[in-house]
């Protein structure tokens, strides 16, 4: 994604409008980015990645620890932290359950090393 002119980020995942322009480059900001905190990210390189998101126009970005078993919401306010059993992003039908999330983590990492 380029979140400013020479600036780009690649979120594991992001969920982008089925209207917005296609290409190898994502230059409109996305309805939801996600990240997933490997070993060596500190939420302070999160805070950084949110700021560079928001600053694009993504309204949603989602954090996940596999580790610690949380998720964070990240905005203009900062990190905050969310328990629910289901994450729902407004306005459309992505609807994620947090226990499935984290068993595809497990599984990936089993699988991976």
Not at 60 to 70: C, E, K, L, S, T
């Given at each position: 994604m380029q979140v400013r002119?020479?600036?780009?980020?690649?979120?594991?995942?992001?969920?982008?409008?089925?209207?917005?322009?296609?290409?190898?480059?994502?230059?409109?900001?996305?309805?939801?980015?996600?990240?997933?905190?490997?070993?060596?990210?500190?939420?302070?390189?999160?805070?950084?990645?949110?700021?560079?998101?928001?600053?694009?126009?993504?309204?949603n970005v989602w954090i996940f620890d596999p580790v610690g078993r949380r998720i964070w919401s990240g905005s203009e306010q900062g990190l905050r932290r969310i328990d629910a059993p289901h994450l729902v992003l407004a306005g459309s039908a992505v609807r994620l359950s947090v226990a499935e999330i984290f068993a595809e983590l497990d599984e990936l990492t089993r699988t991976n090393g």
């Amino acid at each position: 994604m380029q979140v400013r002119p020479t600036r780009f980020r690649v979120p594991d995942v992001c969920v982008v409008a089925a209207t917005d322009p296609a290409g190898d480059v994502v230059t409109t900001a996305p309805a939801l980015c996600i990240e997933v905190l490997s070993p060596d990210d500190t939420l302070l390189d999160m805070h950084d990645r949110v700021e560079d998101y928001m600053a694009m126009g993504v309204q949603n970005v989602w954090i996940f620890d596999p580790v610690g078993r949380r998720i964070w919401s990240g905005s203009e306010q900062g990190l905050r932290r969310i328990d629910a059993p289901h994450l729902v992003l407004a306005g459309s039908a992505v609807r994620l359950s947090v226990a499935e999330i984290f068993a595809e983590l497990d599984e990936l990492t089993r699988t991976n090393g």
